[in-house]
């Protein structure tokens, strides 16, 4: 299997500019988390999805985040408006919610977002 | 909410040498999964401790979960430059049936000097 995989790697934009993540998560899994990780605060999630439903995102900063899944192999992450305190690495996370490892989430690379 | 504090923040070892890693809870541990990062990538699953008194091993790596004490430790033998990375630990926060949520802690940055 291919793993969790982000894209883009990296993203710079700037201050007031859209930004979207995307994620796929691991083929079978049917827990998606996003998370944001700063030397400040560590690694933070944002919300997470169950079977593309979204259960929990009380972590979402603003209402300048969204989150979406529209099937079960993609997850976007959207920024609208970018701010510089948005800079951070985010990452995206898949769990298969079934059997003995059923916690285990396993990490995509994350994007390094740079917002001027 | 439940915190996870891991201690040392960061260390840094000689090669061949031992070390441990600690992550304390400010509540009951139901679960602890051990992850290790290197710089600019995602974080890896080492391990997970589910039961009070558990230990588990892979390779030099050891993880004791000790519920009473509310902790976690990981120890390394003989370490090597590989082992160098940030390690983290997450825990269930909410333990309820269909919470699949992990906090995590800060991290412990270590360095091994070859």
């Known amino acids: 299997d291919a793993g969790v995989i982000q894209s883009p790697r990296h993203e710079v934009t700037e201050m007031g500019q859209e930004v979207t993540l995307r994620c796929k998560p691991i083929?079978?899994?049917?827990?998606l988390f996003w998370y944001r990780q700063t030397m400040m605060r560590g690694l933070e999630l944002l919300i997470y999805?169950?079977?593309?439903?979204?259960?929990?995102d009380s972590g979402m900063p603003e209402d300048r985040f969204s989150a979406k899944m529209p099937n079960a192999s993609f997850s976007t992450l959207k920024i609208q408006p970018s701010e510089p305190r948005d800079s951070a690495v985010y990452f995206c996370?898949?769990?298969?919610?079934?059997?003995?490892?059923?916690?285990?989430?396993?990490f995509g690379a994350g994007t390094r977002l740079s917002v001027l | 909410s439940q915190e996870l504090e891991q201690s040392p923040q960061s260390l840094i070892v000689q090669e061949g040498k031992n070390l441990t890693i600690n992550c304390t809870s400010s509540?009951?541990?139901?679960?602890l999964y051990w992850y290790k990062q290197k710089y600019g990538e995602g974080l890896i699953f080492l391990m997970m401790?589910?039961?009070?008194?558990e230990e588990k091993s892979h390779e030099k790596i050891t993880a004791k979960l000790d519920e009473k004490k509310q902790q976690s430790s990981l120890h390394i033998t003989a370490s090597q430059p590989s082992h160098a990375g940030i390690y983290l630990c997450?825990?269930?926060?909410?333990?309820?049936?269909?919470?699949?949520?992990?906090?995590f802690g800060k991290g412990t940055k270590l360095s091994v000097i070859p």
């Open positions: 509540k009951t541990l139901y679960g």
């Open positions: 401790l589910q039961k009070g008194g």
């Open positions: 996370a898949s769990s298969n919610g079934q059997g003995a490892g059923k916690n285990i989430q396993y």
């Open positions: 999805f169950n079977n593309n439903v979204p259960i929990d």
């Open positions: 997450g825990a269930d926060p909410l333990r309820r049936a269909g919470s699949y949520q992990l906090t």
């Open positions: 083929s079978g899994h049917d827990y």
